[in-house]
């Protein structure tokens, strides 16, 4: 029977197909952000830069944008896939807005297409989250 969660080789694989689709001939730097919701399905995202710098958008919020159109509120994991010497972590907006959407304890992982790994808990990212929600 298939797993309800895609295993590691499955997200990397994710990864390495759809940084190709990151566009940013700005930075030159793609990013492939793919998340694992709590149902198992993969909601993908890739960074989209403008010409106006800032609108710019990275991969995590266009990853999370999908997966709460598609109706779905609860993350589980994030594999974040870059080609940076060191694996790009999430930049300090794309932590509250993981963090909105994840409990404390889901796992992100970052890697390279050398197969450099960091991993961590949301929380470990970002301590002392901000939220509106009463705890
Ligand atoms: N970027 C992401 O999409 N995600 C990250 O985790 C780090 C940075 C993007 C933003 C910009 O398009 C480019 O990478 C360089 O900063």
Do not use: W
Not at 66 to 79: D, P
């Amino acid at each position: 029977m298939k797993e309800k969660y895609p295993s590691h080789d499955e997200l990397l694989a994710i990864g390495q197909k759809y940084i190709a689709n990151s566009y940013s001939p700005y930075s030159r730097f793609p990013v492939c952000c793919v998340i694992v919701s709590a149902s198992g399905k993969t909601y993908v995202g890739v960074n989209v830069e403008n010409g106006a710098y800032p609108l710019s958008r990275c991969a995590e919020q266009i990853a999370v944008g999908a997966m709460v159109t598609a109706g779905e509120r609860q993350i589980r994991e994030v594999f974040i896939y870059s080609r940076a010497d060191e694996p790009a972590t999430p930049c300090g907006a794309c932590r509250q807005i993981i963090s909105e959407f994840a409990s404390s304890d889901a796992s992100l992982t970052c890697e390279n297409e050398k197969g450099v790994k960091l991993s961590f808990s949301v929380a470990e990212l970002l301590p002392h989250a901000f939220s509106l929600k009463a705890k």
